[in-house]
């Protein structure tokens, strides 16, 4: 959707084409430190690059989090990313 190829994608974050290819195909995933990146650039949620989904209300919770911190702030939706550490 933003038109990036692998080999841009390879070039902002650091990795090699095969690494992206790797990740695109599910044989290998991003390191945690480059999921971040990852997300920022195709301006995504961590959440949304996991393979396995958050259980549907965990998914509810956040995106009605989301919405309500947006309006709050007046700032738009995809400006608000929440993370949660465990």
Do not use: H
């Not at 309500?68 to 702030?73: R, V």
């Amino acid at each position: 959707m933003k038109g990036l190829s692998q080999a841009d994608v390879a070039s902002c974050l650091g990795v090699s084409k095969p690494a992206i290819s790797g990740w695109e195909k599910g044989r290998t995933r991003p390191k945690n430190a480059r999921l971040g990146a990852l997300a920022d650039l195709l301006g995504v949620s961590q959440f949304d690059l996991m393979e396995e989904p958050l259980p549907v209300a965990y998914g509810d919770v956040i995106a009605r989090s989301r919405i309500q911190i947006a309006q709050k702030l007046g700032v738009e939706l995809n400006k608000v990313r929440i993370i949660i550490e465990f």
